[in-house]
């Protein structure tokens, strides 16, 4: 399965190398990428749990301003502590969205898989952002999940940029299984930095501040991560247009799900 991934991976990558070389900004079907990976030390009450992961999506804008149609898939490893031992997540599935000057609206479906916990749940969505500023990005977005688990959730935050190539964004998450099940609630910071607007590789830091109600204390959350950005320059190759023009990034459900449905 993990070789599976690397593969797919692989031809996103490509898919995407090969659309950054398509038509200029203005024209039909462009393609754009991102591939990248990270790393998160998680501090649960139970002791610290690390995770590996990594992702690729590649999007076709089919008309600009106009539709898009997007891929997405992303593994992750997450190694328990003490003897607990491990668990691997894989999620893979599309968005189907509009995008133009003022901002971004669509729905995201998703597959999550859990092989150790014997798992699978599907996850549909409604997502959306607006570019209220040249600066500022607002989005959300809400959903629900189907499988071994019934389950809701919703999502609010902001992507501010100071600079060109600095990206600063924060974001609330809730989720909760029905009937009366578990609820997860958290606020996640990230900051993003393009050092080179030619060589468009950005590294990441974040902190998510995580409560889950079956549990009597919070976990933390730290991760670091590096993302490499296929297509989608716009004008000046900053970070701010490679996030307004190429991949959408506000989609899908938020990590909060994870502490339910494992």
């Known amino acids: 399965m993990r070789a599976k991934v690397l593969r797919l991976c692989a031809a996103a990558s490509l898919w995407a190398v090969v659309g950054s070389a398509g038509p200029a900004q203005g024209e039909e079907l462009q393609l754009s990428g991102l591939v990248g990976g990270g790393f998160a030390n998680l501090k649960t009450p139970g002791g610290d749990t690390t995770d590996w992961s990594g992702r690729a999506s590649a999007n076709l804008m089919i008309t600009d301003p106009g539709f898009n ?14 003897s607990a031992g491990g668990d691997s997540l894989l999620s893979y599935g599309g968005d189907v969205y509009w995008r ?18 014997g798992s699978t749940e599907v996850t549909f969505g409604g997502f959306g952002e607006g570019y209220v500023m040249q600066s500022l990005t607002l989005r959300m977005k809400g959903g629900l999940v189907r499988g071994r688990t019934d389950a809701y959730y919703a999502d609010a935050g902001f992507v501010a940029y100071p600079f060109k190539s600095i990206a600063l ?21 990230m900051a993003e930095f393009l050092p080179v607007s030619d060589i468009p590789v950005s590294l990441t830091l974040g902190y998510d501040y995580e409560k889950v109600s079956q549990i009597s204390d919070h976990i933390d959350i730290l991760s670091v991560g590096l993302k490499i950005y296929f297509g989608g320059a716009g004008r000046d190759g900053s970070l701010r247009s490679r996030q307004r023009n190429g991949i959408a990034t506000g989609d899908g459900p938020p990590d909060t799900l994870k502490a339910l449905t494992f």
């Open 100 to 117: 133009d000057y003022a901002g971004v609206f669509g729905a995201n479906v998703s597959t999550l898989q859990f092989p150790h916990a």
């Open 169 to 189: 964004s924060a974001d609330v998450n809730y989720a909760k299984i029905h009937n009366g099940g578990p609820s997860s609630r958290d606020g996640k910071f």
């Open 69 to 82: 149609v997007q891929a997405n898939i992303q593994d992750e490893r997450l190694n328990y502590p003490k």
